[in-house]
């Protein structure tokens, strides 16, 4: 997790890399010359001030600086790491998830996944058109069995007969999963939880 004090450790060491102080790199990516000072970092209730990407996005645009080494002047990993993917096609085979929607087993490809990741975090390369048009073929789907699904995520849901889908999480009783399609033109679906094998929560897609 990247900490209030590494990304401030970052902006301080960016700064002090170009000969400037907190207040001369606010000034030379064109921001308030005391955006940066050491005052502005705690609200006067004690609340942790956090710079904005924005800010952060111009003073990289000023010095030239790119994303990973500001990170590391803070001491924030951001070394590549890799999680298994699969075909999205093949992910309703058997020997490819444990009961809980874990990967385990063979024939899964390893993929680049920028930062920390929970473990058992895995990819589905999507094929074919029916999810558009939020998802098209070829996009890569990072999935987590590990965060808990809530009402308007969007989770892989596999079934105990073997199929998979990528859904919307509309709502969760004590017996059934209430599904909206990603693709419009396909109706809500209702399956009960004794047929759920697991369900799992997309994170993010990569397109």
């Not at 790491?81 to 063979?106: H, I, N, T």
């Not at 590990?146 to 073997?162: F, H, I, L, P, Q």
């Not at 919307?168 to 599904?179: Q, S």
Request: net charge positive; charged share 25%.
């Amino acid at each position: 997790m990247v900490t209030h004090r590494q990304i401030w450790d970052s902006l301080d060491r960016l700064a002090k890399r170009h000969g400037l102080t907190p207040s001369g790199l606010a000034r030379r990516a064109k921001l308030d010359p005391t955006a940066f000072n050491r005052s502005k970092r705690i609200g006067r209730s004690g609340r942790h001030r956090w710079p904005s990407t924005e800010s952060i996005a111009k003073v990289l645009e000023a010095t030239g600086e790119d994303f990973a080494e500001f990170l590391k002047g803070g001491g924030i990993d951001f070394e590549p790491r890799s999680v298994p993917m699969l075909g999205f096609a093949r992910a309703g085979a058997g020997g490819y998830f444990d009961s809980g929607g874990f990967p385990v087993g063979q024939g899964w490809e390893r993929v680049p996944l920028p930062g920390a990741a929970a473990n058992g975090t895995y990819a589905l390369e999507v094929t074919g058109d029916s999810m558009l048009p939020l998802y098209r073929d070829g996009d890569t789907l990072i999935v987590s069995p590990a965060e808990t699904a809530r009402r308007g995520d969007r989770v892989v849901v596999k079934t105990m007969d073997g199929e998979v889908m990528a859904k919307i999480l509309h709502r969760k009783t004590a017996d059934r999963l209430e599904l909206h399609s990603l693709n419009p033109e396909h109706a809500p679906r209702t399956v009960q939880l004794r047929d759920v094998e697991w369900i799992a929560r997309i994170m993010w897609a990569s397109q």
